[in-house]
């Protein structure tokens, strides 16, 4: 396969048209590139291209295998709907960063060799930030540079993991590491910021909430879940990743929670179920691996759906926050029907999305004897619901009336979300489509009678729980700390001190430096200054007198 | 069709689908310790209702940990960064 044309490109050299267009032909262009790209990427034959020697280094461009694939396709899909969600922006740097951001996640997942990899890993950070400051006030201006300095940090860390994995093995094929590569935590850890594993996720946390309302359907499907690649790529069946993933899943809902931003309560959300997709990669076995991808494919659609709804009430209302929201679901009964389309979904409700690919992660512990992983993949199921199906719809949409009157979000919003619901129900319906293009085959039936009772049970009354307890669920007037604070908290007053003592002992030592010369300078002047005993002028009576004496000894001394 | 109109009309009869609920909610459970089960990888997929009892378990243990956590430790004043 020679003749492929690389989506990524398609997806840069699109970019860079765009800015040259206007109006109308600037909006069929942003619809018409994402089209290209997902026929260019639905027709891709299984194969390498692009393989091409650089400093010695034989790199290969593009890979397209089962795995690569699933996650080329949904990204492409998501590429489309969330341009069509940001028709109506007129924004055109924004635009430009999306598509860019989208062919370089594309690099990512296409990448046969660590070193495309890492320069499509770079060029994610650097196009992405822009969704973030596009925002364009001061908030999101700090919230993006933290971003980059998270990334940019975790890029080192990452290549310096493949320089060291490169000199011990020679390669630099991207298969999977093996644990005595002396790369291989280096690399672990590079992946591990961007799928934001606790306690490197604080970043997602901190920088979505402050994205455009049309970039953060792009953060919330691309980066995490190219991490996700990488790690099913190079790390499969890595335990550690068990512990992780779990404790990702129960650390999200936590937070989500005390959450009272609603797309801080989502972002959280992200981390949590980017948790069973890790847990996945850790258990390793096939069902897991393949529940892991299928996930992210499901994951990436109604993520991106949650996030089109509340990026609609902020856009229609300017607000953000549940306690500023309620009482809207007159205004916006379409946005909030498609909503909860997502919310069931990411709830793992019967028959969506969520359930066919969610189920399969908890099968997988099943199957492995795995209890305690089981139990609490479960539990975090229980808080998904709870505040990305129950309390943010809730408390948004019904709840105490806020006095918002708005209008229904425009069209476009509303078809990119449709398509989004659309896509989630028919997976859910037929999710023998989705396990058609899993890694492996798929011999696994969600819709098992036991599957059903169990997941509704638990889903319903973790719902009573929620309906018991709903008045001390509304949200707080507060933020949450999170690991964030240490470079946003701990770190700046660090380096206050210890610019205070440096300050301290510079001036000690400056201070003590000009005492030492005041005393010279005045011990000079006490001896030689105006007033000083060795620039008094002498008297000429006094040298007469002392000539007298010097004559009158020398006479003595002679006569003697 | 006005969909806002057809969720007010759901919403100003939300007595009666609370009790939809609560029928739902009670023949699920029935179902569960009627139907045998088909999995026995761990004792409690036996155990009819366990997945009810479960779930509420786990709502509200999450959220009394989340609180707990919120007011004693992690929540700060929305200001709290902007120094």
């Known amino acids: 396969m020679t003749d492929v044309l690389h989506p990524s490109l398609l997806l840069f050299l699109g970019a860079a048209v765009l800015p040259l267009l206007r109006g109308r032909a600037q909006q069929a262009w942003m619809l018409l590139l994402p089209a290209a790209v997902i026929a260019a990427v639905f027709s891709m034959p299984h194969g390498t291209a692009g393989a091409l020697t650089l400093f010695g280094m034989d790199l290969v461009i593009l890979r397209a295998d089962a795995l690569s694939l699933v996650f080329a396709y949904v990204f492409a899909i998501i590429t489309l709907v969330g341009a069509l969600y940001a028709l109506h922006v007129k924004d055109t740097t924004q635009h430009v960063a999306a598509l860019a951001y989208a062919g370089s996640a594309l690099g990512v997942v296409f990448a046969g060799d660590l070193v495309t990899l890492y320069v499509f890993w770079e060029l994610m950070v650097f196009s992405s930030v822009w969704l973030i400051w596009c925002r364009r006030n001061p908030v999101s201006m700090a919230a993006g540079f933290r971003y980059l300095l998270v990334h940019a940090l975790g890029g080192v860390v990452l290549l310096g993991g493949v320089i060291l994995h490169v000199l011990d093995t020679g390669s630099i094929a991207f298969e999977a590491f093996s644990a005595d590569s002396a790369g291989f935590y280096l690399i672990l850890i590079g992946f591990m910021v961007n799928a934001a594993v606790p306690p490197l996720h604080a970043w997602l946390a901190d920088a979505y909430p402050e994205a455009t309302v049309t970039g953060a359907i792009f953060l919330s499907a691309l980066t995490t879940k190219t991490a996700v690649y990488t790690l099913m790529r190079g790390f499969p069946g890595t335990e550690l990743l068990v512990v992780l993933g779990v404790i990702m899943a129960l650390y999200g809902v936590t937070y989500a929670i005390l959450a009272n931003d609603i797309r801080r309560l989502l972002a959280y959300h992200i981390i949590s179920q980017v948790g069973y997709m890790v847990a996945g990669v850790g258990m390793g076995s096939i069902m897991a691996l393949n529940g892991s991808a299928a996930h992210a494919f499901t994951h990436i659609l109604y993520k991106a759906l949650l996030f089109m709804g509340a990026g609609a009430v902020i856009h229609m209302t300017g607000r953000a926050k549940v306690t500023e929201l309620g009482g809207i679901y007159r205004y916006m009964p379409i946005t909030f029907l498609l909503y909860m389309i997502g919310g069931l979904s990411i709830s793992a409700f019967p028959p969506l999305s969520g359930f066919v690919s969610k189920t399969m992660v908890v099968e997988a512990a099943a199957l492995d004897q795995r209890a305690w992983v089981w139990l609490l993949l479960s539990l975090a199921s229980a808080g998904t619901f709870l505040s990305a199906g129950l309390k943010l719809p809730w408390f948004t949409f019904f709840g105490k009336d806020s006095g918002l009157r708005p209008d229904e979000a425009p069209w476009n919003m509303l078809l990119a979300m449709g398509i989004a619901a659309f896509l989630c129900i028919f997976i859910g319906i037929f999710p023998g489509s989705l396990y058609a293009i899993m890694p492996a085959p798929v011999e696994f039936n969600a819709y098992s009678t036991g599957h059903i009772l169990w997941e509704l049970q638990l889903l319903l009354f973790a719902g009573v729980g929620f309906f018991l307890l709903v008045d001390r669920l509304g949200g707080v007037k507060k933020i949450s700390l999170d690991t964030d604070w240490l470079y946003r908290w701990l770190l700046p007053r660090i380096a206050n001190g210890a610019q205070r003592l440096v300050d301290y002992v510079w001036q000690g030592l400056l201070g003590a430096l000009m005492n030492r010369l005041r005393w010279l300078v005045t011990t000079v002047n006490r001896h030689h200054g105006p007033q000083g005993i060795l620039a008094r002028t002498w008297p000429t009576g006094s040298m007469v007198l002392w000539v007298a004496v010097m004559l009158a000894a020398s006479l003595l001394v002679y006569y003697l | ?83």
């Open chain 2, 1 to 83: 069709m006005d969909v806002g109109k057809w969720l007010e009309y759901l919403v100003d009869h939300a007595r009666i689908l609370r009790w939809i609920a609560y029928v739902l909610l009670a023949s699920l459970v029935v179902a569960d310790l009627l139907i045998p089960s088909t999995y026995d990888r761990f004792p409690w997929e036996s155990w009819g209702g366990f997945g009810a009892l479960y779930g509420l378990f786990s709502c509200v243990l999450l959220i009394l940990v989340a609180k707990g956590l919120g007011y004693l430790l992690l929540y700060r004043g929305e200001d709290f960064y902007d120094d």
